[in-house]
Nanobody, 126 residues
Framework: QVQLVEAGGGLVQAGGSLRLSCAASGRTFSSYTMGWFRQAPGKEREFVAAISWSAGKTYYDYADSVKGRFTISRDNAKNTVYLQMNSLKPEDTAVYYC?????????????????WGQGTQVTVSS
């Protein structure tokens, strides 16, 4: 069982930055693919970014809407994954969820993730 706890959400003006963190329990964190998803009111949960680590290499995937603005990273020693969000836009407003998948293969499909955090609200004002 893996427990995920997000932190770092809040209210920010358009053009600003936030960094989300997700602390994971468990001793095999490095073998998990970690993802960030978001869900705005009335919309489906959508993929934001994912990261996996295998044999010393790190793999990344980003949604087109956040490429060049968001950066996902992980610290395996701290069992933590981060999402640095720059140049935020009002359309980035959503609840952001951290997710873990017990395989190193990246995926953008929410149903393929095994564990989820409770979410953290990000609000970007115009």
């Amino acid at each position: 069982q893996v427990q995920l706890v997000e932190a770092g959400g809040g209210l920010v003006q358009a053009g600003g930055s936030l960094r989300l963190s997700c602390a994971a329990s468990g001793r095999t964190f490095s073998s998990y693919t970690m993802g960030w998803f978001r869900q705005a009111p009335g919309k489906e949960r959508e993929f934001v970014a994912a990261i996996s680590w295998s044999a010393g290499k790190t793999y990344y995937d980003y949604a087109d809407s956040v490429k060049g603005r968001f950066t996902i990273s992980r610290d395996n020693a701290k069992n933590t994954v981060y999402l640095q969000m720059n140049s935020l836009k009002p359309e980035d407003t959503a609840v952001y969820y951290c997710a873990a998948r017990g395989r190193v293969v990246l995926t953008t499909t929410p149903t393929l993730y095994d564990y989820w955090g409770q979410g953290t609200q990000v609000t970007v004002s115009s």
